[in-house]
């Protein structure tokens, strides 16, 4: 293996020194006065995002793994047919909700094997055993310890067919590169951590987010002017291209927080009158990115890089959550959607760290929950569609067919009833308006884009995270408005720290604390 032996490093050693250690997360950090953290037993029978997405929070079927349909479907949408294997795929979930891989299987004409898997345990298997799948449905940031293995290939961007479709904020930082008033966030913000210089020949400056031992990641964008770095052209070779992504914060009680989403600052996490309320995620990087925006606009730290913070920064951070633990303000640190669904159905929590599903299925449920919408910017994530250097030739040609189907618009209008975007949501609009929305269970409409996307009211009641007709109420709106708007302010993006190791190190402290 070259890489990582390269630079002296053992990939397993290197996996389990990053706290990668298990199929389902990491261990147990027990305390009495909080959720204790799950068992890989117990964590298989919940939901993490991955597994939101397959069940529908409702414990719908698992992946159905029937059939292949080649033909008709496969031809219309130009794709080759001589590959007519299984297509092996690694995942979160995110890209397969229910419905999904029959309609992808139907429309390909090959099938697909979906394992999946939890953030720690995608980027384990991509190290130690990359010969195992043929496609990595990965977060952009994981690409930081994966990529200087040389377990994976290029992807190569002119192959994506809806690559001049796609929102300019992966490339550029900003959906519209011209608004000044935008902000990119700190951190790996895909623009950062998208492009590669595989033979040294692109000019462009490496990223200078993730570990010292990146030597092809590159960044095309100059941030200070604006403008490509050069005047080069953009690379061809990327990591993989973004699918879905989204913008994270906050979920809050509003019926006990009586503020509107845009005034619920992130400082919320650590306001003592939520004492024994609060909850975060198990996880250092989201919950200390979290955390370092809310003792940043409190005005107790500041940091130079919200999404690669140094190990000054990291103790700073450490010793105020420490001290908020002792004081009591945490009544939880949660590890799986459910965890984060029953926290606050049962009013354990009044605001925590949550993901938008949670919050629209507690919404369906008549939870009077809302999402914040802070000030300061939301945390953005990206998703990294990879392909291992082992795949070539017709499954290769498979890969790259399965990548440009993502953006067909199916898988789009499916996860939009989640409430995340596709990287190409700006032409979702006209497929729903085709014949092919009648796919749909039920049929996708404009008024549902009209709800996610354009932040409209909803003009009915209209279908969501379960697919029942009711989920979304007649007059409601999405919290945080449009997709423009939503999009408009990043505070930072989930991201991999130079100071990993201690990161985790220092967290681990910070909850056996």
Do not use: C
């Given at each position: 293996m070259s890489g990582l032996d390269d630079l002296g490093y053992d990939p397993q050693e290197y996996a389990d020194q990053l706290g990668y250690t298990d199929e389902l997360g990491r261990g147990d950090h027990s305390d009495p006065n909080l959720v204790r953290a799950e068992t890989p037993e117990e964590r298989r029978r919940g939901l993490t995002r991955r597994e939101l997405l397959v069940k529908g929070g409702l414990g719908a079927a698992a992946l159905s793994t029937a059939g292949s349909f080649a033909g008709p479907a496969a031809a219309k949408l130009g794709r080759k047919e001589a590959f007519t294997g299984t297509l092996n795929v690694i995942s979160l979930g995110v890209e397969w909700?229910?419905?999904?891989?029959?309609?992808?299987?139907?429309?390909?004409?090959?099938?697909?094997?979906?394992?999946?898997?939890?953030?720690?345990?995608?980027?384990?298997?991509?190290?130690?055993?990359?010969?195992?799948?043929?496609?990595?449905?990965?977060?952009?940031?994981?690409?930081?310890?994966?990529?200087?293995?040389?377990?994976?290939?290029?992807?190569?961007?002119?192959?994506?067919?809806?690559?001049?479709?796609?929102?300019?904020?992966?490339?550029?930082?900003?959906?519209?590169?011209?608004?000044?008033?935008?902000?990119?966030?700190?951190?790996?913000?895909?623009?950062?951590?998208?492009?590669?210089?595989?033979?040294?020949?692109?000019?462009?400056?490496?990223?200078?987010?993730?570990?010292?031992?990146?030597?092809?990641?590159?960044?095309?964008?100059?941030?200070?002017?604006?403008?490509?770095?050069?005047?080069?052209?953009?690379?061809?070779?990327?990591?993989?291209?973004?699918?879905?992504f989204n913008m994270d914060s906050m979920g809050y009680n509003g019926d006990v927080i009586k503020k509107a989403p845009n005034q619920v600052h992130w400082g919320e996490l650590l306001n003592p009158a939520w004492k024994g309320r609060v909850a975060l995620l198990n996880d250092p990087g989201i919950a200390m990115e979290d955390a370092g925006n809310a003792v940043k606009q409190l005005g107790l730290m500041k940091f130079g890089d919200l999404g690669n913070m140094t190990k000054p920064e990291i103790d700073g951070l450490i010793k105020l959550l420490i001290s908020y633990k002792k004081k009591k303000q945490f009544r939880a640190f949660w590890s799986t959607f459910n965890e984060s669904v029953k926290l606050m159905s049962s009013k354990e929590v009044v605001i925590e760290s949550m993901w938008s599903p949670a919050v629209a299925l507690l919404t369906a449920q008549g939870v009077p929950v809302r999402y914040a919408f802070p000030p300061e910017g939301m945390r953005g994530w990206c998703s990294c569609q990879a392909i291992p250097k082992h795949v070539t030739g017709d499954k290769l040609d498979a890969a790259y067919n399965y990548l440009n189907w993502m953006y067909d618009g199916f898988l789009g209008a499916l996860i939009m009833r989640q409430g995340y975007y596709v990287a190409n949501g700006a032409k979702l609009l006209s497929w729903i308006g085709s014949s092919k929305a009648s796919e749909g269970k039920p049929p996708f409409t404009a008024d549902e884009f009209n709800f996610w996307y354009n932040g409209k009211p909803a003009p009915k009641d209209l279908p969501g995270i379960t697919g029942h007709v009711g989920d979304i109420k007649k007059g409601s709106t999405r919290d945080g408005g449009s997709f423009l708007k939503r999009s408009h302010h990043y505070s930072s993006w989930n991201s991999f720290f130079k100071e990993n190791v201690y990161q985790v190190k220092r967290f681990n402290d910070f909850l056996s604390a």
């Open positions: 909700p229910t419905g999904a891989q029959a309609q992808a299987e139907k429309d390909l004409g090959f099938k697909f094997n979906v394992q999946l898997l939890s953030t720690n345990a995608e980027v384990q298997k991509s190290i130690t055993a990359p010969d195992s799948f043929d496609v990595g449905g990965l977060y952009n940031y994981q690409m930081f310890p994966i990529w200087p293995t040389g377990n994976f290939q290029p992807v190569d961007r002119t192959k994506i067919t809806a690559w001049n479709d796609f929102y300019k904020v992966f490339t550029t930082g900003k959906v519209n590169p011209s608004d000044k008033t935008a902000t990119a966030g700190q951190g790996d913000a895909p623009f950062r951590v998208l492009f590669l210089d595989v033979d040294g020949s692109t000019g462009l400056p490496k990223t200078k987010e993730g570990p010292t031992n990146n030597k092809q990641i590159v960044q095309w964008w100059d941030e200070a002017k604006n403008a490509p770095f050069g005047g080069k052209p953009q690379p061809k070779w990327i990591l993989g291209p973004p699918a879905h």
